[in-house]
């Protein structure tokens, strides 16, 4: 690939004004919801819309165009912010970059974090440019797309403004590893000495099972001999994959010693084909689809933290698989009507870097650097004519601006509100099961949740990745109490408020409400009748298992005002880029209108 004239493919005048405008729209609208900027009012269109003024200083000031949502939030109308200063007249705003440094001194960003969010947003946008001139593939084709390919058309988080920082990688990175670049990678292998590594799994799954299943014999046999001819035996190490980049850009120059000692050492390419998904980090076997899936440390800076594997979680994942299938298996609720699709993290490597580890405080990401999870293949769990996608598919638009969404509704023979009545009925039940009978919820933000379709209609759920994101109550529940003192020591254990943020800020405000945004947009659904028919199928849930109704109490998703917690504001204000020993979490800041507690119920 000829970067120069790659680069000068995508990084054009009309890309960069497009991408420029689409992002200034989208700071407007989180930064209002937010509390990080007060524009005021200034008039009521016949549209519907709000135009809001942004006064910067006696000589600057941007407008724009709104329409306010429940859940306090606002949809920008991306062609209406425009900017005036005492030099020229009102003009469409251009410069995502000269946006934010206007704004630094209202908001109380300090120059580092305004140094380092420039750089962010500038990869953010030169991603975004990217994306909008690549081949991409219409939302009339992409519903029938696989789940690995259709990962690859995705533009990044929702809600955090600057979703494609990337710190770490440069522009020949970015090309060949990023998701949406769509190129598929072959793993590096390394072997591991035994004496410095941790081996995990469930079900007594021994090591030599599980290298069986993800390497060819000729491999694993090419593998053993580099062993035999420096001198050791195979039998004293674990071999796992390490992405490309991360052996080249963090294991070899951080772990020297180690490489020197024969501790680590180099193995090659392994056999199979790899696709990224939108995590970076998570890998779906191209080459063959049921083997598992693999979680490996990138350690670059995007969407607030480093990209790596965390010891603590990588050494109990297993455990953590074992305790929610636990649940799944003696459940009949989740697994003969719901049944939901749990693939579990069913292996794991960690290696631990033998100074780093002794420097308490020490930057977390030099802890994060070197493991593996390997993750059951979500098609192994599907039945005939099911299609997995995930929750964020259903917020993506194809160039011609067509929502993934409508384009499925349509192929489904559903009316919108009949598929969006369906789509709750599947999502909701399990999770709020997990939550009320067990006190127990994932993230189930757009990523880690998986809508299982069928003839296009929502059909079965899937939730991924509980090493991170599976959390319990800090109430005395007598279902916690088979939790061993390791998941108590791992798992993060919340209030019972802090609980049902979990599903009112993971999955109401950091995916719903951009999805109704969507259907409004495009005349498809109401978003009273939208929140209405989501409060139903809570209720009805609630109506079916009334002996839990202290827990319905307990963790109240009904409650009028809940805190409002913030993705922008932890870095821009609160946080920085202060590099500390663990990872950042969002900011709360005020409180948040609960659609719920406002919808009325659908008749």
């Known amino acids: 690939m000829d970067l120069k004239t790659d680069i000068h493919h995508h990084l054009t005048r009309e890309t960069w004004m497009h991408v420029n405008q689409q992002l200034i729209a989208k700071m407007m609208a989180e930064y209002m919801y937010e509390a990080i900027i007060h524009p005021n009012e200034i008039s ?63 908001i109380g960003m300090s120059p580092e974090t305004t140094g380092h969010l420039i750089r962010e947003i500038n990869h953010t946008l030169m991603a975004d440019a990217f994306i909008a001139n690549k081949a991409t593939q219409p939302s009339e084709t992409l519903v029938d797309a696989d789940y690995s390919d259709l990962e690859g058309e995705m533009t990044g988080h929702p809600w955090i403004t600057y979703n494609k920082g990337r710190i770490g990688f440069g522009y020949d990175d970015y090309r060949q590893y990023a998701p949406e670049a769509q190129k598929t990678t072959q793993l590096y292998w390394i072997a591991v000495s035994k004496s410095c590594a941790s081996y995990q799994s469930v079900n007594n799954l021994q090591f030599e099972e599980l290298l069986e299943h993800e390497l060819a014999p000729a491999t694993i046999e090419s593998f053993n001999q580099i062993i035999h001819e420096r001198g050791w035996s195979p039998h004293n190490y674990f071999y796992l994959p390490v992405h490309e980049w991360q052996w080249q850009n963090m294991i070899i120059q951080n772990y020297p010693e180690d490489i020197a000692m024969d501790a680590i050492i180099a193995l090659g390419t392994g056999d199979d084909a790899y696709l990224p998904q939108q995590s970076i980090r998570t890998f779906v076997n191209q080459s063959h689809q049921h083997k598992h899936h693999v979680k490996l440390p990138m350690s670059i800076l995007n969407t607030l933290v480093y990209r790596g594997l965390p010891s603590e979680r990588t050494v109990i994942a297993p455990q953590i698989t074992d305790y929610i299938k636990g649940i799944y298996e003696q459940d009949s609720f989740l697994n003969n009507e719901c049944k939901v699709v749990l693939p579990g993290e069913i292996a794991s490597i960690d290696y631990q870097h033998p100074y780093f580890s002794q420097v308490d405080g020490v930057p977390y990401q030099y802890l994060e650097m070197l493991g593996c999870i390997w993750r059951e293949s979500i098609y192994r769990y599907l039945e005939a004519g099911e299609q997995p996608i995930t929750l964020a598919a259903l917020l993506h638009k194809d160039q011609d601006g067509t929502p993934y969404i409508c384009t499925l509704i349509e192929k489904s023979g559903l009316s919108a509100d009949e598929w969006i009545k369906q789509m709750f009925k599947v999502i909701m039940p399990p999770l709020l099961h997990f939550l009320y009978q067990y006190g127990t919820v994932f993230s189930p933000h757009g990523q880690n949740t998986i809508l299982v379709l069928k003839d296009y209609q929502p059909a079965r759920l899937a939730v991924k990745d509980f090493v991170d994101d599976v959390n319990v109550s800090d109430q005395p529940l007598p279902e916690l109490e ?7 020591s791992v798992l993060r254990q919340e209030t019972p408020e802090g609980l049902t943020q979990f599903i009112i800020t993971g999955l109401f405000i950091c995916h719903f409400r951009y999805l109704v945004n969507l259907l409004e947009r495009h005349q498809q659904l109401r978003e009273e009748q939208f929140w209405g028919e989501l409060r139903d199928v809570i209720e009805n849930y609630q109506a079916r298992f009334p002996h839990l109704k202290q827990r319905f109490e307990t963790f109240d998703l009904f409650q009028p005002q809940i805190n409002k917690l913030c993705l922008n504001r932890n870095r821009m204000i609160d946080d920085g880029y202060s590099d500390g020993d663990d990872r950042p979490h969002a900011s709360e800041h005020g409180t948040l209108t609960n659609a719920l507690s406002q919808v009325q119920k659908v008749e």
């Open 482 to 488: 088979v939790l061993s003192d390791d998941l108590k």
């Open 44 to 106: 009521q269109n016949t549209d519907g819309t709000t135009t809001y003024l942004l006064t910067i200083d006696s000589s600057k000031s941007y407008r724009f165009s709104a329409y306010q949502r429940l859940f306090d939030s606002f949809d920008v109308v991306e062609t209406s912010v425009e900017v005036k200063d005492s030099n020229r007249d009102w003009e469409s705003a251009k410069s995502t970059v000269q946006f934010l440094t206007d704004i630094q001194p209202l």
